[in-house]
């Protein structure tokens, strides 16, 4: 074990029998963490709890795998996925600092996805081959990526105290490790291709030592500062830096040593080590384009505001051009149409050999600002050495540019406050004048022409797809409409802008564009998945119109559920705003016998500036129903009827913000979707709750403070007390000291005394998320107790905002469906409002 680790080790503290997460604070005492304590159990502590059956049989299985296409299109990879992890993986010890939660001891994320293989097949068909490899026993894949061409796969190999790069040969579908020298993936995904036949890889610094020891004395107060005059406004980020200590252990972690790696296992290290937070080579492979951030580091701000320095470099490590060394930046950018000084996306363009292109407000970021223009995209071509040329300006904020050949690109700019976007044809060589395809509502669901397909080319690098000719391009969509989504694959002519329909899902299908197969926009890869049919993968020929071939057979992960019926449906509200969800009824259930369910209403609010496209109707009638996590949709095992994600939308219109009438919007969807489902007879009036995660979780409280509509509510992971977010939550940019009245009463914390049903509170208490603080929960169980209501208030050892363990996965909705049995599903009349 090296020295970060046996230091870690040594800071693990027993409290009872529970493995309690915590921050590994920096400002106390070395000797203080080696002491193991004998405390009494915390009060409340009872361990986990097992969900009813079927449930617990359900969240045992692995994960459905996933599938990945080859660059050159020939190939599937399938990654196999595990099954929830144990509480004790959650809550290994881990730092969180800077905006990063990160492992100490293997110099990893501390929460991210991993596979457990990996299995390939041609496109054209045969039988799946597990890719040969000895893994480590316990370790994890993750970072997987193709390597140019298609030819090799590379990933990397996680195990407890390490992780080191392999690499699949796809041919012969084996996979050995390229090097054992530790890999370090604080800041990121640690490798990158550079050609295919070598790679740009962050390690572990040689001789790196132990990290810096704490002080057991403070030496000062911390202090911090602002005399600038100006507006520095920043979210309620979580997880900051908050002492010198901090800072340097952020940096004894975050810095690495960049080097190249060729596939026989030689190390090339480049330069000294420095805290590396990009690497991005070239398409030609003859550049790097690498981040470093740098102090002064922030207390107010994660690390993506940090001090960056972006250059290129050559490949023996030398720099051939600063591009920007952007300052630290505090004065984070308010509203949506707001973004930071400086040249921003510093990328390459993926079809060229070795050019540059980045954008650059020419408002200073500022939407407030009168200008012609709000930014500038430009471009500079290798050896870097003149002047850059501009490729185009946006009287709108600009967004991503999709190359794909020397002549035709994507330009798309966007009013992300007006709910407005514009997409365009450009020339890169600068000789045609650039042509408007639409300007549209994002709102807009139904006239969404769909976003283009993309592909990568041969040197990996993902481009815009082309015809042959270069005349058109591709779009996929989700096809939206009245009768519910029905996914496209189109082609678009790039002069006229007129659209070919190649593809559409229909009835009896719910079925979605993975990839596309070949270069001429023939064949595709989609995934198909109906009421009763397991989602899988397909391949279509859409110019011999041939039966599609199934490409995988996926197992039914819970085959409980198979006789749940499910139905899309609209209604109105009062004031004549259309609304739509899904109804979910238990398997065997008939109305006519078994007459009106208790029934669970799970939904989360949306904004909108147009009451259009507040009506448009949301999901699809054919999608096959299974439920992840903690679903709530497990309380159909539990006798409930659910009403799922029932749409909430808040429309601001003539003039008005759509939160000047939340709550009156809020309760008159609710009141529609409690009106809809009685009168369809599946429902009891006096027997229906209502839960939501996040900004449903808001929601939830809000409806029991302002309604009587529901017997008992449950509430996940939410933020209650909007004075604890002064700077805006969600889609609301004015600001506490702009619209007090308006936190007033969207805040149910500060109307908890008139909440009088039920309602359980959850909470992760490692939670990340921005303006979701564990105290959230915490006060409002106590304002709520303090008020006479009855309440509970469950907090998850270990969770972020989404809960991960297996143990307390388990748990949510153990507690989820006792407390419904207890308030909701009694029959007898629901009391009547004061």
């Known amino acids: 074990m090296d020295n970060d680790a046996a230091r870690v080790a040594a800071s693990r503290v027993t409290l009872g029998d529970s493995r309690m997460p915590r921050r590994l604070v920096s400002s106390l005492p ?65 730092y969180r600092l800077a905006g990063l939660r990160f492992d100490p001891v293997s110099s990893g994320p501390s929460r991210e996805n991993n596979y457990t293989g990996l299995r390939l097949m041609p496109v054209s068909g045969s039988d799946w081959r597990t890719v040969a490899m000895t893994l480590p026993a316990g370790a994890s894949i993750t970072n997987g990526q193709w390597g140019p061409g298609g030819r090799l796969y590379s990933f990397t190999v996680n195990t407890r105290t390490a992780i080191t790069l392999w690499v699949a040969d796809v041919a012969t579908a084996s996979a050995r490790q390229v090097t054992a020298r530790p890999l370090n993936g604080v800041l990121g995904s640690p490798c990158e291709w550079v050609t295919a036949a070598r790679m740009a890889c962050r390690f572990i610094p040689d001789g790196r030592g132990a990290m810096p020891a704490p002080s057991a004395v403070p030496s000062g107060p911390i202090e911090q500062e602002a005399s600038s005059g100006r507006n520095e406004r920043a979210a309620t ?110 990328s390459w363009r993926g079809d060229a050999p070795s050019t540059l292109v980045w954008t650059e407000a020419l408002d200073n970021g500022d939407p407030e ?113 009245a009768e519910g989504d029905q996914p496209f694959a189109d082609r678009v002519d790039l002069a006229t802008g007129r659209k070919t329909r190649l593809f559409q899902s229909a009835a009896p299908y719910y079925e979605t564009t993975v990839a596309w197969l070949d270069a001429k926009g023939e064949r595709l890869l989609t995934r198909r998945e109906s009421r009763t049919e397991v989602p899988n993968y397909w391949s279509r020929d859409l110019v011999r119109k041939v039966a599609p071939r199934q490409l995988t057979k996926f197992a039914d992960p819970a085959p409980q559920f198979a006789g749940v019926t499910s139905q899309l449906i609209t209604y109105s509200r009062a004031d004549g705003v259309k609304l739509s969800a899904t109804i979910h009824l238990p398997a ?3 109305k006519a016998k078994d007459g009106p369910l208790p029934f669970f209403l799970w939904a989360y609010p949306l904004e909108y500036r147009s009451r259009e496209a507040a009506s448009q109707v949301v999901g699809s009638p054919y999608r096959f129903v299974r439920p992840t996590g903690a679903s709530h949709l497990f309380l159909l095992t539990q006798g409930y009827g659910v009403m799922d994600n029932p749409t909430m939308p808040i429309v601001g219109e003539n003039g008005k913000e759509p939160n000047d009438t939340y709550v009156e919007q809020l309760v008159a969807s609710a009141k529609a979707a409690v009106d809809t489902i009685v009168a369809m007879g599946v429902a009891d009036r006096d027997r229906i709750g209502v839960g939501g995660h996040s900004y449903g979780a808001f929601m939830t ?66 939670d990340d998320n921005t303006g979701t603080y564990p105290i959230q929960s915490e006060r409002m169980y106590a304002a709520l107790k303090g008020n006479g209501a009855t309440v509970r208030y469950v907090q998850l050892p270990a969770e972020a905002h989404g809960y991960r363990a297996r143990e307390s996965v388990g748990h949510t909705v153990a507690e989820m469906a006792a407390w419904l049995d207890k308030y909701v599903k009694p029959k007898g009349k629901k009391v009547s409002a004061d």
Not at 385 to 407: N, Q, Y
Not at 734 to 762: C, G, Q
């Open 30 to 94: 070395v000797v203080a963490f080696a002491i193991s304590l004998v405390v009494p159990p915390l009060a409340g502590a009872q361990g986990y709890k097992q969900p009813p059956p079927p449930i617990a049989q359900i969240l045992d299985q692995p994960a459905t795998p996933i599938v990945s296409v080859s660059p050159d299109r020939t190939m599937l990879l399938m990654l196999e996925r595990p099954g929830l992890p144990p509480i004790a993986d959650v809550s290994a010890p881990e």
């Open 237 to 346: 980020y979580q997880d900051l830096l908050k002492s010198p200590a901090d800072e340097r252990i952020f940096a004894h972690f975050a810095s690495s040593q960049l080097a190249l790696v060729s596939l026989d296992g030689k190390v090339t290290p480049l330069g000294a080590p420095e805290m590396v937070s990009r690497v991005d080579a070239s398409p030609d492979g003859r550049y790097l384009l690498v981040a470093v951030i740098h102090p002064p580091f922030s207390y107010q701000v994660p690390l993506n505001y940090f001090p960056t320095r972006t250059e290129v470099r050559d490949l023996e490590g030398a720099v051939v051009r600063l591009v920007y060394d952007r300052p630290l930046v505090e004065r984070v950018p308010w509203r949506g149409d707001a973004t930071i000084p400086g040249p921003r996306a510093v």
């Open 369 to 481: 600002v009168k200008v012609p223009r709000r930014d500038r995209v430009s471009m500079l071509d290798a050896p870097f050495t003149g002047a850059p040329r501009t490729l185009l300006e946006t009287e709108w904020r600009a967004g991503v540019i999709a190359f794909g050949s020397g002549t035709v690109a994507i330009a798309a700019e966007s009013q992300p406050r007006e709910r407005k976007t514009r997409q365009w044809v450009i020339d890169p060589g600068g000789v045609a004048a650039p042509r408007m395809l639409w300007e549209r509502s994002t709102e807009d669901r139904y006239g969404d022409p769909g976003a283009f397909a993309m592909v990568r080319n041969a040197n990996g690098r993902t481009v815009l797809f082309l015809s042959p000719d270069g005349a058109s391009a591709y779009l996929t969509g989700n096809g939206a409409g």
């Open 588 to 590: 065997g259930y008939d």
């Open 701 to 766: 409280a809000n409806l029991l403070a302002h309604t009587r509509l529901f017997r008992a509510g449950i509430a996940r992971s939410g933020a209650y007390n909007r004075t604890l977010t002064p700077f805006g939550f969600q889609g609301e940019d004015r600001t506490f000291w702009d619209a007090p009245e308006l936190y007033n009463v969207m805040s149910p914390f500060n109307n908890a005394h008139k909440i009088k049903d039920p309602i359980l509170l959850i909470h992760g208490m490692a």
